[in-house]
Each structure stands twice: as C-alpha cells, then as structure tokens.
C-alpha cells in the first residue's frame, strides 16, 4: 500500500512540473511577451526594454524559469494588474465564496443524483428510468450559463424566493473569522448569517449542480445496472438474502466506488464551472474574478489560478486514487 | 417535456433538502423585518464596476469617483441637480484679471472626519502634496485630472510629462487659500470641480506621506491607505467605514458632523454588478435599492412595476471617429463627408437611445454655451454616399471598426446594437466593415493611441464649459484622430485662453462651425442617461453631470 | 457474441500498459472506451463488429432519435442559402421593432419566426447560424482530433512498436497529455480564448484545444490494446515495416472509439462555444448569425421578447441532444459489456 502511494506521489512531480513550465511558456512568452500586455501600445521600444530588465527578462531561459520556480515555492505568483494586489491573497479572499458554491452545488447532485440513478437503475425501463436518462441528458446539453439565467428569472426575479445576486445580503452584520460564511456563522451562532448565506447559494448551487448532477445519475445508474448483472448479487439473490441486505451490502457498496471517484474528480472540475455560474449572479468567487480577469487581461491572475486550480485538481486525483486503492484491492494489484 | 420531467423532481428534492428550506424560510424573514420604516437599514447601490482605490486622486474612473464624491469635496462644485458651478468647500471665489490668481473663500466651522478643521493651510498642504508627488505617482495612469488640469510636477521624471501649470498655494488668512497657475486656460474654474481633488485632512496627508506606489508601468501597486479604510479623511457627509475586496462592497457611514445637512442614509452600501440585466434583476428581486445605467427598454418596466427611474438631462456626445493615420482612406474629406451621409443615425436615436435622445450636429449637446445653429449637417443619405465614394474613387472601401465588448456607457447604451446598425448602414453604401472588439480596460488604450480607423466613443462632461468637450480632442494633434489643422489647433489655444467669458462663447460657435466642415469624426448622439431607485427611496436630485450626491436621499 | 474482457473490474477504471497514472475519470473513461472498443477483432469477424453494431442501432430509439436530429441539423445546415427566404444580415425591417421601448415584431406571414431586435428576419438567422454552428462544431473536433491524433498515434505507436525508447517517448507524451488533462476543459478554452483574441477563429481553436488531451489519450489506447493482438505480431514476424504496421493496420482498427468520441465531441464544442460568446470571447460581428452568440446577446431581452433567447437556446439544446444520443448509441453498440 505504502509502494503505491509513494509511486502515486512520485508520477505527480512530472506532471507538476510540466504545469509549471506549461504556465511559465504562457506568461513569459505568449504575444510578444508580458511587455506588450503590461505596457501600453504606444510604449517606446526604451520602455519595453527597461522592463525587460526590470522583470528579468533578458536572462536565460533556464534561469528565468528556475526563479519563477522559486517564486512560486514562496507564494508569490505575482501581481494582479488590475488590483494591483498579490495574486495569492486574490486567491484567498475568494476562495471562501466559491468553496461553499462547489460544495453546495455538490451536496445538492448527490443528494439528488445517486437516489435517481439507483431507483433508474433498479426501475430500467420504467418511465422514471427514461426521465432520469433524459433529463441527464438535457441537464448535459444546456448552457450552463442559460440555465442560470432561467433560474433567476424565475426563482428571483419572478418568484422573489431566492436572491438574485452576491453571496451575502450587503450590510449583514457578520462576524468573518475565516472568510467561510456557513462555517463562520455556525461557529460564533449568528443563524442569520447562515440562513443569509445558504439562501444566496441556492440558485447558483443549483446551476452549478446541472452538469455533475447528470454525471451522477448517468453513472450511478449504470454501475448500479453493472453490479446488478454480477454473479455475485445473482448468488445472494438466490441463496435468499434479504432484499435490502443484497442492496446495502452488495449491489450499492460495489456500485458506489466509480461514482465516488467521479464524485471527487467533479467537485474540482466544479471550479472551472463558477466561472460561467458566478458571473451570471454576481457571485464574488473564484470564478467572476477569473471571468473579469480575461476581461482586463490580468496575466498574473489567469496564470496563478489555473496554476493554483489544476495542481487542486491534480491533488484531488491523487486522493481519488489512493482512496480508491484503498477500497478496491484489484487496482493497487496493477 | 423531457426538461420539466428532469428539473421539477430535481426541484423538489433539493427544496425537501433540510438545507434549502431552511434558509428560504429564514431569508424570508430577515427580508419581511428589514423593510419600512427603519432608518437605519443600510442604502444599498449597484455600479457597473468595482471602485479602484480609496484616494480618488489616483484614478480617472467615474465608478470611483461615485464613492469618492460622498466623502471627500472639493474647493468648488455643481449646483445639485444642475450643471453650474458653485461654491463647494469655498463659499466664494474669485479670479485676478489675467486668470492666473484664484482666491477661495472656505467655509467656516468645517471639519474633517477625523476632527481635523478644514482651513487655507489644509487646502494647501493637498496641492502641495499633488504637486510635490513623485515616482510612480507621476504615471499618468496614476495622476490623470492633476496631468491634464495641471500640467506637471515639481520635478517632472520623465520628460514627456509637461511642465507644470501649478505654481503655488498661499494661506493669505486662516479661511483664504490662494491658488496661482502660470496661464489661464478655460479648464479653471471647472477644474476645481473635479472629483479627482476632493481634500483630505491634514492627519491623513502626514499619515501616508511615505507610502509610496510601486511596481511597473502597468503594473503598479497602489499604497495601502488607498485600499484599506482607515486612514483616509474627507470633510464629506459619509465617512467610508469598509471597503471589503472580496465582497467588492464599499461601506459608508453617515458623518454626524457633516457642516451642511447630515445625509439621509444612517448607511450607504456600493456594490459592483457588472451586468445590466443582472442589475435590473437584482433591484427586482430587492437586493439593492437603486443602481446605475439602466438600459433603455428597462424604464418603463421598471416605472409600470413602481420603481423610480429618474432621467438625467443630456450631457454628453456619443461619436464615430475617423482616424485619419489608420486608414489614409479617411483623410480624404470627401470620403469622411460620404461616411456621413451613409449612417441613419436618426434610427439609432430612434431605436436604441432612450427617449429623449436626439441626432447630434457637433461635438457637445445643445445644453452647453457655445453650441452652434450653423454647423453643416450631413443628412441621411445613402445615395449621395454612394455617389460621393465613387467620386473619391473608395467604391471597394474596407475599413476596420472597432466597438467595446464588455460594457455600457451612460452616452452609449447597447454598443454592440449601435454597432450593428452603422456597419449595414455602411455595407448598405459598399463599404466593407472589419468588426474588432476589445474589452473595455483595453478598448480606451487602443483608441487612444489610433489603432482603430473607425470606431465608437463618447464623452459626459466633467465641468459645464464647452471646451471639456472639443477642448479634449481637437486642441493639438490627438492620436485618436490622428490628424493636424494648425489653423484650428491655434484657434482652440487662442479660445481657450480667453479670460472674458462672452467672448470666448462665440469663438466656440466658431469652432463648431469649423470642427464640422473638417469633420474628424461624426458625432452621433447626445442622449439621457437614467438612474433607477427602490420604490421606498427618495432619491437624490439627479446630475446631468451623474455627480449625485447621495446625502441627499433617504427612506420614504 | 464477444465475452467481456475477465480482467475489466466492475469499476471500469482498469488501465492498460502501466504507463497511464489513474488521472480520473476523465481519463478513466477515455481509456476505458478505448480498450473496451479494442476487444473486438479476437474472435475474428472485425469488420462485422461495425455492421453488428449499425443492426444494434437501428433497433435503439436512442440512436435513431439521435440520428434524425443530427440528419436534420446537417442537412438544414448544408442547404441553408436554400432554405432561408431573405439575408441573415439585412436589417429590412429596421424601422419596425424598438428595442428600446420593448417594441418587437413576433411571427407574421413573411417572417416565420418574427424579426430580431434590429429588423432582421429571426427564421432566417436561425437557419444561417444552423451553419455557423456546425462549423465550429466540426472545426473544433477537427482541431482536438488532429492533434491529438498526432500525439497519441505517434505515443501510441511508440509504445507498442517502438521497444524502450518507444516506452519513453510514449512515457513523455503521456505526461503532458495527463498535464492538459488536469486543466478543467472550460477553463483551458477561456484561457486561450483570451489569449488570442476574441473571434470565431478564436472559438474555434479554443474549444478545440481542450479536446485534445481526451483524443489523444484515446486513440493512444486503443492503439497499446491492438498492438498486442496476433495480427500485428505476425505481421512483425513476417517483417513488415514497423511504420507500415502502425499506419495500415493498427490505426485502422483503432479508429472505433475515436469516431465516437468525436460525435460527443461535436455537443460539447457547440454548448462549449455558446459558453464562450457568453463570456465575450465569441465572434465580434454581431451581425453574423451564431446560436451561442444570438442566445447570449438576447438574453437581456427575455422578459420583452422571449423568443429571441428560447430559439436558440432550444436548437442548441437540441442539437447537443442529437450529438449526444447517437454518440451514447454509438458506444452502447460497440460496447461488448453493453451488447451482451
């Protein structure tokens, strides 16, 4: 087991380090240079080169890159253009906002989608399997961003139940300790925030949730319809074992070890989701600053996060794994 | 049906989850207890953009300034509602014969949030400070109004800044600053107006006076008193309590000391919604009370729905301008007469400008001294446009005209519409259009370093003079429009300069008439902009300037 | 019928090779879909497995539904000059609607579909952009599939053929295809959409570029579980030339699950590039008639003029649908675990 993980961690350094040179490429190289998006166009060739210089530019290759290298060990992924602030404390102050939406948004298609695809499953055929598959597949292929749209305008605009803007009421009195509202307002017992809170990430959350909660259901369903198809579960139907006894212990512990890995690799690839869902309700997280940091331009943000993201992302894959060899035997065998 | 069969169960199930129940119910509540008559329910206002920094002097962003007007004043300012300067900090003032010596008369008993009393020496400790900055202060980026009012530093650091126009501040007594230039031009008085001067408290000044802005052109960071409340005092009716970054909100707090009437709001909240519709939505749906650039299909709806959406009066231009370098096409008159004659610009004013927008003849709307009855007007014409094309031998034109993707302006609702309407009005003629886009931040660089041949632009005017319009592009070769007319050149200067005010009035006639035969560009519109407000709101008397001052407004 | 592979785990996230780390479900299925389609060909009626399939998909509601939309889509798209009655672009009826009064001009005997919100003809539009649409559809699986074929084929072919260095160079691609795989899709097309502009080039690359890691993972697969069979070893005893093996007879036979792939990926490129005009990064001329760009830029009209933003929405809803299905159907068919 310990082989494995230590093999695991290791195959992670040269992805890691690819990312970093990948990112190092896109900064220090893509159009004409980081002189050209952070000079004005009319900027003498005297200017781009002073900060040429001034950003080490004109050393070599190798050892601009390894200094990026060490810039990054220490924290600094440089400067937003647009804020003027360090782009890891951008990071930070908006990561709060868009953990809790991710959460949410999961919460609410588990909560939903493992049940659908199980009674999909177990009902194959039936006119709810047919929703389940269907409705998965329309959830799949609606723009996200539309969806959102429909949802505030209903739930809203419309319907006045949910809030159609920001994370928090403005000018709630809250107490921040971590950034984190939920946690937050559990913790020192302002229930006003956390009802505050939990009611501005219903309809985001629910945008958000489309495309894993049609993941879920899919998948579910099919190893649900996997395992059913198992000697296994035939032999403890027939040696007459309690219905609920196969369900529990047979058909949904073996059926849930994909949909658990799916469940992990979706909630990091939720990151990347905000972007689309967070504009659209003026969310201050991770992902309306992304969206207004292709809007402005800002190099250093859109570097950083996606540096920050994808090694999130790579991580989480590697907690997958390991959990995922921890349940199933067969795979550390390979 | 097969949506509505997936969403509804999906609905049910995630309202029977415990959690979202609990919070409509309690979101629900908190809303019920929030409305009336309760005073101190916190005034909540959307902007299309973030504020930049706490110090209005380090930016030339009319989003920052909306905070900055409610906390820091300036010597002189607008009539509320109105476009005429009157006293602001100083009741009174007056000007020496030349134009070169103002004399301010402050007010007495007025003081700063911090306690600090407001008299000549703390005028004159800010214009110093302005005019004593350094390093990366002196980035226009950092500096823009102090640039173009001013001119200059004390000691300039790079030689393409102008010299500067600054030459002193003296207290002549304890209420009496006295302000010398080195040459009138008519930017004064209006240029103590400006947002981008509002006084700090001389505790503040002493505070920051060794922070300093680093980094790059470009890529500056600005010093943390201009990002973390605290330390910034004005003499404003609000006192800014928080400007909270990750939530993008900017919290003001009434000042019980203010010397005129205490603002109406006990607090007042600035948030950014980038999107219009999201704005409106937001206003709806009762999570703000009021925000800014409605889109002109909004009003009515809004009105029918008991909303309040006060229409500001016109002043501004929205424009089309030729750069004469960027396609050598353009610098043929005749082309740039055919152009036009090309554009139906009635259908716009029509059909995307809210009501009460009309055709514009020249660069700045009728309400401003100075605006001419006989500028020569280019009627729509496709026909003659053809004709006139052919004439100059341009009947396979290809032009590249670029509009901004990402925003709305208050003199330019829906660009990308506008947009569309001139480009088949120009196809319509045999004109082909390269649409380019570039996001806002990047859009104003572009244009104003000539990328563009043909693109859209407009103006809002800071102070109620003629010359803040035309003054601003055609007063010297401008690599926006990228051509040179010395006649008209020395005819702006020798306007500009003109102390008598009578005078000056009809050499801007003048100019209009001679700025539209040359024809630098073909002002299309001057149009209202609307400002909408909670139904429980009284609102402020709206600018035509959009410098509201929201001391003004309180609960119904 | 084939049996299913005795050494597939329940979970389907078995690898092949070694050399591929478990780098998620993105790529668990991909290398799933690969090795499963590679099974076919051991009990010797290859190319019946394609025909077998085809029978399979006609009696599937799935897969006929799928075809008729996306037969529809395709010929409404081809024809479209043909079939839309005036210009997409024209604005004839300019001085009817006023969008900024909430004036609007629904369906009327010369336009099907009403007008747009500056006196286009709405049917027309829709019609046009059907084009538009699978144009970037096609070129965007165009991109992924090219360059990820390249990499994967060569890695591919590399690995099965190539001896040790071939591991290597396989191991290298491996890398940075896992790399590309870690970036959320949505997120690399936004990062290079900024980065070069916005416009339908734009859309087009961009949407590409992110399926490039899943064809390359793909088709890499496929092609380790073919380089095992019988055939390419005799081949290689009888000495055929390696590239000749690679290129004539393993590439063939793993084509199955890269045709597949990119029916999906023909619906995620189109809601990928109505995400993309949503943020600004689509095509600059708002004339030209795209159903991600109409959508996105009618949605500030939804409570005046409804239709405007639901025309497109549905047809892109629609088609992804149609995509999706036959894509899914596709699958289900070759699928030797499924056709049991």
């Known amino acids: 087991m310990l082989r494995f993980i230590v093999r695991r961690v290791l195959q992670l350094i040269p992805t890691l380090v690819g990312l970093s040179i990948l990112l190092f490429v896109w900064l220090q190289r893509l159009p004409g240079g980081p002189e050209y998006a952070l000079l004005p166009d009319d900027a003498t060739d005297e200017q781009r080169a002073s900060l040429r210089r001034s950003l080490g530019l004109d050393e070599p290759l190798t050892v601009q890159y390894l200094s990026f290298l060490r810039r990054i060990a220490q924290g600094d992924l440089g400067t937003s253009i647009a804020s003027g602030r360090p782009v890891l404390e951008e990071f930070l102050t908006r990561f709060p906002a868009t953990f809790e939406l991710a959460v949410s948004a999961m919460v609410i298609a588990v909560a939903v989608g493992l049940p659908l695809g199980y009674l999909a499953a177990r009902r194959r055929g039936t006119v709810l399997d047919f929703a389940a598959v269907g409705g998965s597949l329309v959830g799949i292929c609606t723009p996200v961003f539309f969806l959102a749209f429909i949802l505030k305008v209903v739930f809203a605009e419309r319907l006045g139940l949910f809030p159609s803007a920001f994370r928090l009421s403005p000018g709630l009195d809250r107490t921040n300790l971590s950034g984190f509202a939920v946690l937050d307002g559990l913790r020192t017992g302002e229930w006003d925030v956390v009802a505050d809170a939990l009611a501005h990430l219903v309809l985001p959350g629910l945008a958000l949730a489309s495309i894993p909660l049609a993941v879920i259901v899919r998948m579910t369903r099919a190893s649900v319809l996997e395992v059913l198809e198992e000697d296994y579960v035939r032999t403890a139907d027939a040696k007459g074992l309690h219905r609920n006894t196969v369900r529990t212990r047979h058909v949904m512990r073996n059926a849930m070890l994909p949909v658990v890995t799916a469940i992990g690799l979706l909630t990091g690839s939720l990151f990347a989701g905000a972007v689309l869902t967070e504009s659209v309700f003026a969310f201050p997280g991770i992902g309306s600053f992304i969206y207004s940091a292709t809007q402005e331009r800002d190099y250093p943000v859109l570097t950083g996060f996606i540096l920050i993201i994808a090694t999130v992302y790579v991580f989480i894959n590697l907690l997958v794994d390991i959990s995922y060899s921890l349940l199933d035997p067969r795979v550390r065998a390979q | 049906m097969l949506r ?89 003032w007056e000007q020496s014969e030349d134009g070169t010596e103002w004399t301010f008369h402050l007010r007495e008993n007025v003081q700063f949030h911090d306690g600090d009393a407001l008299n000549a020496e703390a005028v004159c400790a800010n214009f110093d400070r302005w005019h004593n900055l350094t390093g990366g202060y002196q980035s226009s980026n950092n500096s823009y109004y102090w640039q173009s009012v001013f001119g200059g530093f004390a000691e300039n650091e790079d030689e393409d800044i102008p010299d500067s126009r600054y030459v002193s501040c003296e207290a002549q007594d304890e209420l009496t600053p006295v302000i010398t230039i080195t040459e009138y031009s008519s930017i004064f008085p209006g240029g103590f107006s400006l947002a981008a001067f509002g006084l700090m408290s001389p505790s503040t000044l002493e505070a920051i006076a060794d922070q300093e802005i680093t980094g790059e052109e470009g890529n500056y960071t600005l010093p943390e008193y201009s990002q973390v409340a605290g ?76 909303f309040q959406v006060p229409t500001r009066d016109v002043f501004n231009v929205l424009y089309m301008a030729y750069q004469q370098e960027a396609n050598e096409a353009l610098a043929d008159l005749e082309v740039r007469q055919a152009l036009a004659h090309a554009v139906d610009r009635q259908r716009i004013v029509d059909t995307i400008l809210p009501a009460g927008g009309e055709v514009a003849t020249q660069f700045h709307p009728d309400t401003l001294d100075g605006w001419s009855p006989d500028v020569q007007t280019y009627d729509y014409d496709p026909d003659l446009a053809e004709e006139m094309l052919a004439d100059a031998g341009q009947e396979d034109l290809t032009l590249e005209f670029c509009y901004p993707s990402d925003v709305t302006r208050p003199y330019m609702p829906a660009p990308r519409d506008i947009f569309d309407v001139i480009s088949a ?132 | 019928m084939t049996t299913p592979p005795s050494s597939q785990n329940p979970a ?43 029978l399979r998909m006609r009696r599937s509601p799935m897969a006929i539904s799928g075809a008729v939309i996306v037969t529809v889509f395709v010929l409404v798209a081809l024809f479209s000059p043909l079939i839309a009655p005036y210009s997409p672009t024209a604005q004839t009826w300019g001085a009817e609607v006023f969008p900024n009064r909430n004036v609007f001009v629904g369906p009327r ?79 690399l097309a936004v990062t290079v959409a900024a980065l070069i502009g916005p416009s339908l080039t734009t859309v087009m690359i961009a949407v590409g570029v992110a399926q490039i890691p899943i064809f390359a993972r793909l088709l890499r697969g496929a092609m380790i579980s073919q380089g095992s069979r019988d055939y390419v070893l005799a081949a290689q005893a009888l000495g055929v030339r390696k590239r000749r093996i690679a290129l004539a007879h393993i590439l063939p036979n793993s084509m199955g699950p890269v045709i597949v792939q990119s029916t999906l990926t023909l619906a995620t490129a189109i809601i990928d590039a109505a995400a993309l005009s949503y943020l600004g990064l689509g095509n600059p001329d708002p004339a030209f008639p795209e159903w991600g760009t109409m959508l996105a830029d009618a949605q500030r009209f939804l409570s005046s003029a409804p239709s405007l933003a639901v025309y497109p929405a549905l047809a892109i809803i629609v088609t992804a649908l149609g995509f999706t299905l036959l894509g899914e159907a596709m699958r289900e068919a070759l699928d030797p675990k499924v056709r049991k």
């Open chain 2, 231 to 306: 330390t910034v005092a004005g003499t404003g009716p609000f006192t800014v309590e928080e400007w909270d970054q990750d939530q993008d909100e900017v919290t003001l707090q009434r000042f019980e000391d203010y010397w005129g009437e205490p603002a109406g709001f006990e607090t007042m909240l600035l948030r950014a919604i980038p999107d219009e519709t999201a704005r409106r939505q937001a206003l709806e749906a009762g999570d703000i009370h009021g925000y800014d650039l409605v889109a002109p299909a909004d009003v009515e709806p809004l009105e029918a729905a008991g």
């Open chain 2, 4 to 92: 509505k069969s997936s969403r509804k169960p999906l609905a049910l199930l995630a309202a029977a989850t415990s959690l979202a129940l609990v919070a409509t119910a309690c979101a629900e509540s908190t809303r019920e207890g929030g409305d009336g008559a309760d005073s101190s329910e916190p005034f909540v206002f959307a902007a299309a953009g973030s504020i930049s920094t706490l110090d209005p002097f380090l930016t030339s962003d009319g989003e920052t300034y909306r905070y900055s007007r409610q906390v820091f004043e300036t010597l002189l300012r607008h009539e509320s509602g109105g476009s005429e300067i009157v006293g602001g900090l100083a009741e009174d």
């Open chain 3, 109 to 187: 005997a010369e336009n099907l579909l009403g007008l747009d919100n500056l006196g286009r003809d709405q049917f027309s539009r829709m019609v046009i952009g059907a084009r538009q649409t699978l144009l970037v559809g096609v070129v965007a699986t165009l991109v992924g599939f090219c360059v990820g074929a390249l990499l994967g084929g060569s890695a591919g072919a590399a690995a099965s053929l190539g001896g040790a260095w071939g591991r290597r160079f396989d191991n290298v691609v491996m890398r940075v295809i896992d790399m590309m795989l870690a970036l959320p899709t949505l997120l």
């Open chain 3, 12 to 54: 389907g996230t078995g690898t092949r090779g070694g050399a591929a780390p478990l780098l998620g479900r993105k790529a668990a299925k991909v290398d799933r879909l690969a090795e499963l389609m590679g099974e076919r060909g051991d009990d010797g009626h290859g190319a019946g497995v394609w025909r077998e399939a085809f």
């Open chain 2, 425 to 556: 009005d120009l196809e319509a003629v045999g004109v082909t259009v390269e649409p380019v886009t570039y996001e806002w931040a990047d859009y104003i660089p572009r244009t104003n370093s000539g990328e563009c041949p043909l693109y859209l632009l407009g103006w809002t005017g800071d102070y109620n003079d003629a010359y803040n319009f035309i003054g601003t592009w055609f007063s010297g070769y401008n690599s926006e429009f990228g051509f040179r007319d010395e006649d008209l050149f020395e005819a702006m200067a020798e306007a500009s300069g003109n102390p008598d005010d009578a005078e000056r009035v009809a050499a801007y006639q003048e100019l209009n008439n001679q700025i539209m035969d040359i024809l630098p560009g073909l002002p299309i519109s001057s149009s209202p902009p609307s400002i909408a407000f909670a139904e429980n709101v009284n609102p402020p008397a709206v600018s035509p300037l959009t410098q509201e001052n929201f001391s003004e407004a309180s609960w119904k």
